[in-house]
C-alpha cells in the first residue's frame, strides 16, 4: 500500500516540475512579438489578475480582440469579467 502511495508522489512530482521547467524554457524561447503600428491595435477593456498574489491589471490595447493573458510571478493572469 505505502509503495503504491510512493510511486503515485514520485510521478506527481515529476509532472510538476516537468511542466514548470518546460513552462520556463518555453518562456525563454518564445520571441518576443513585434509591436504593431498604433492604428492597428484594438482597444479592448480587459481586466486580469493574479492568482498568485492577487494584483490585478487592466488591458487597455491589444493585436486582436482576444489576447494572450499577460503573466504575473511567473503565471499567465486570470481573466476576470468586468463587473460593469
Ligand atoms: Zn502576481
Given amino acids: 500500500m505505502g509503495t503504491v502511495i510512493n510511486i503515485v508522489i ?5 509532472y ?3 511542466r514548470f521547467g518546460m513552462k520556463m524554457l518555453g518562456g525563454f524561447s518564445q520571441p518576443m512579438a513585434e509591436p504593431l503600428p ?7 477593456k480587459l481586466n486580469y489578475r493574479c492568482d498568485i498574489c492577487g494584483s490585478e491589471a487592466r488591458m487597455t490595447m491589444a493585436p486582436d480582440e482576444d489576447p494572450p493573458a499577460p503573466r504575473h510571478c511567473l503565471d499567465d493572469m486570470v481573466l476576470i469579467t468586468p463587473v460593469e
Avoid at 514520485?10 to 515529476?14: F, L, S
Avoid at 498604433?38 to 479592448?44: D, F, H, L, S, T
Wanted: net charge positive; with cysteine; aromatic share 6%.
Fill in 10 to 14: 514520485a510521478v506527481a512530482a515529476c
Fill in 16 to 18: 510538476f516540475i516537468m
Fill in 38 to 44: 498604433p492604428g492597428e491595435m484594438r482597444k479592448v
